[in-house]
């Protein structure tokens, strides 16, 4: 809501919950921040909820336009079993949008760690 607002020419409220990421929207020089992202998926074994949730949890992370997943599974509602990777698979989500083809992990240790 804040960054619809911004570019509306409205001013946020301090109690409206979000950021104005306008500028990053609307300008190609602006230092973006690197903010961690967080993908949170259902479906997995033994959760608290009845089948066919099971348990909620985080599957994938994103910091900047390097994507790691943790836990895959190839749909929400089927019966195949989650895979645990230690190392995270990752991504460059800016050259690989598809999240095709793994990056070596032995590459990106610095963003392994954060």
């Known amino acids: ?66 994507k790691a997943w943790i836990w895959t599974k190839s749909a929400h509602f089927n019966a195949d079993v989650e895979v645990y990777h230690d190392p995270p698979l990752l991504f460059d989500t800016l050259a690989d949008p598809a999240e095709a083809s793994p990056l070596d992990p032995s590459d990106y240790q610095e963003t392994i760690v954060r």
């Open 1 to 66: 809501v804040p960054t619809v607002l911004s570019i509306v020419g409205m001013k946020i409220p301090p109690e409206i919950d979000g950021i104005d990421i306008a500028d990053v929207l609307m300008n190609d020089n602006v230092q973006r921040e690197e903010r961690a992202l967080f993908f949170w998926r259902d479906g997995f074994q033994n959760g608290p909820l009845p089948a066919p949730y099971g348990r909620f949890d985080v599957v994938a992370a994103k910091l900047g336009r390097i």
